[in-house]
């Protein structure tokens, strides 16, 4: 009865240790960022909601704003590809927010009591 309890709990270690080996492999043979090297790249992202986020996404020379929810992914917006030593697309879209959503809100901003 031990023996074969042994040898159960042998076999599950050895499948154990292989799972966390091969995503070691993975993960420092950089097999995440070759999915990021397709037509579409994410450029970044924004999270707004719990399950809701607003991402850049880079295809050919276009950046495409997206909002995605657990549902779906809408476009926002397409802009031209940006260069390097302009701001980055997570700081143009966290920046302006603000000052937008304080322009729709009832009160007009957040701070009023």
Same mark, same amino acid.
């Given at each position: 009865?031990? +023996? ?26 950089? +097999? ?5 090297? +397709?037509?579409?790249?994410? !450029? ?7 399950? $809701?986020?607003?991402?850049?996404? $880079? ?6 704003? !997206? ?16 260069? $390097? ?29």
């Amino acid at each position: 009865m031990s +023996g074969a309890l042994f040898q159960a709990f042998g076999g599950l270690a050895i499948v154990v240790a292989l799972m966390f080996g091969s995503a070691w492999i993975f993960r420092r043979s950089g +097999g995440l960022q070759a999915i990021n090297r +397709g037509p579409v790249k994410i !450029v970044g992202g924004v999270r707004v909601g719990t399950r $809701e986020r607003v991402m850049v996404l $880079e295809v050919a020379d276009t950046w495409l704003v !997206v909002g995605v929810t657990a549902g779906q992914i809408n476009a926002l917006h397409t802009l031209p590809r940006q260069l $390097e030593d302009q701001p980055s697309a997570t700081q143009t879209l966290a920046s302006p927010f603000p000052q937008w959503l304080a322009r729709f809100t009832p009160n007009g901003s957040r701070d009023s009591t």
